[in-house]
């Protein structure tokens, strides 16, 4: 999980949310305005999930594998659960991510993650809040943990984030296995620390965003 930079609404949101009685339920298959270029109408709902693929990176907010997956849909998540907000919450660009599917048809809750495993259990951890992030961090097999004891739970418990069955973990440690096996090659010997910080910056930047890039950010960020 990294630190998302939220954008402004979109304008289709917006003009949405002025109708009356519009509901978060209804943006399904709300007209937006706007076609696909096969001529099929592109709802309200589409629009907002592809805009906030679009801004963090093209990463689940979550567990930060590639969404949408190959053969599998990306969907809306909340920060604050839906059932314990009002239809105006609901409908906060700011309160909305973009996860991954996580395994959602899959008949046991271990084999789940993301929102899929989370339900509607409340969260510590938010991936708009960089102080709720702080204390995250990632072991040598790839698991994802805190030392803040309510961020560990949401991370580990709620969400699920080392699912082994999902292969999170092991996707991790092959994403820094991977890039650290062309770091070392770039940079044999010698101090690394201002190389590591170029690094830091341009993989905070980039977009569409490497899968599992919070790993490799945080091999950076401890080595600068």
């Not at 999980?1 to 978060?24: C, D, F, R, W």
């Not at 096969?38 to 930060?64: F, H, K, S, W």
């Not at 839906?82 to 919450?89: V, Y």
């Not at 201002?194 to 690094?199: H, I, L, P, T, V």
Request: with cysteine; aromatic share 4%.
């Amino acid at each position: 999980m990294i630190k998302i930079n939220k954008g402004i609404e979109p304008v289709e949101l917006t003009k949405y949310k002025q109708q009356p009685n519009a509901s978060y339920r209804d943006m399904h298959g709300a007209p937006s305005g706007k076609s696909n270029s096969d001529g099929t109408p592109i709802d309200v709902y589409t629009i907002v999930l592809n805009r906030l693929i679009q801004e963090q990176g093209c990463i689940c907010a979550y567990c930060m594998c590639r969404i949408p997956e190959k053969g599998k849909k990306a969907t809306i998540e909340h920060i604050d659960p839906q059932s314990a907000t009002s239809e105006e919450k609901a409908l906060d660009y700011r309160n909305m991510l973009a996860v991954c599917n996580g395994n959602r048809d899959a008949h046991n809750d271990k084999e789940k993650s993301c929102d899929a495993h989370r339900k509607n259990a409340p969260l510590s951890v938010n991936p708009l809040k960089s102080d709720t992030l702080s204390s995250l961090k990632y072991l040598s097999n790839g698991e994802i943990t805190a030392s803040d004891d309510a961020i560990k739970k949401d991370l580990c418990d709620t969400l699920n984030l080392n699912c082994s069955e999902r292969r999170i973990p092991e996707n991790r440690k092959a994403a820094l296995t991977a890039y650290l096996r062309v770091f070392v090659a770039k940079h044999p010997t010698g101090d690394i620390k201002e190389s590591c910080r170029r690094e830091l910056e341009k993989y905070q930047q980039e977009s569409p965003k490497m899968p599992y890039v919070g790993i490799i950010l945080d091999w950076l960020t401890r080595h600068t």
